[in-house]
Every structure is written in C-alpha cells, then in structure tokens.
C-alpha cells in the first residue's frame, strides 16, 4: 500500500521557521517528482514547491523563503519554510507523481498524503 504521511505543522508566530517533512512508503519514489501544495480555507490548492531529479521550482509567494529537499536514502521529502507570513496559513500537502512538462498542475500526481496544518498567527 503506497503512503505518504506528512508531519511538522503547527501553531508557530509570523517570522518563524518550520520544517514540514513526508515519508513516503509502499514504493520508492526516486523517478517521481516531489511536491508540495497548500490548500487555505475557502480557497483552491495550490502549488508550493516541486523536486524533480536536481531541479526545484518554487512559487513566487515562497520563493527565496522556502527550500523543498529529498533523502532518497529514507523516501522522504522535506519542505524546509522561514520567515513564515500569516498568508502561508493552510494545510500542506505533499504529492508524487510522473510528471512531464509544468510541475505545478495538481491533477498530474498520483499520489496524495493526508495533510498536515500549518498555522502562522501572532
């Protein structure tokens, strides 16, 4: 059964750091690409970050402050995040999939795990 279980969220004040991470089991995931979204309430999911071979992508609201990493050795993913804003509030989900072409679509990976809140309030 192929998992993937994120964990690290929580309550944390503007400016912070958190670091969420996503064990992935059931499979290696070494020619997937990684990824993270974030879904905030009564918005849509979007794209957060991506780890496909060498390459990153970012979206520009977290670029320069978030850093998506893999250790392949553990099947896991990271998504390291500082100087955290209030508008970065949102569940975070992490994703793989085979993806060709734009990293950024959700509907392109296959596999999901179940969310982890990510709260920034002061």
């Known amino acids: 059964q192929v998992q993937l279980v994120e964990s690290g969220g929580g309550l944390v004040q503007p400016g912070d750091s958190l670091r969420l991470s996503c064990a992935a089991s059931?499979?290696?995931?070494?020619?997937?690409?990684m990824a993270w979204f974030r879904q905030a309430p009564g918005k849509e999911r979007e794209f957060v970050a991506a780890?496909?071979?060498?390459?990153?992508y970012y979206a520009d609201s977290v670029k320069g402050r978030f850093t998506i990493s893999r250790d392949y050795a553990k099947n896991t993913v990271y998504l390291q995040m500082t100087s955290l804003k209030p508008e970065d509030t949102a569940v975070y989900y992490c994703?793989?999939?085979?993806?060709?072409?734009?990293?950024?679509?959700?509907?392109?990976?296959?596999?999901w795990g179940q969310g982890t809140q990510v709260t920034v309030s002061s």
């Open positions: 994703a793989a999939g085979i993806i060709t072409g734009c990293v950024s679509y959700d509907y392109k990976y296959a596999y």
């Open positions: 059931g499979r290696t995931f070494d020619s997937h690409t």
């Open positions: 780890r496909s071979g060498r390459n990153t």
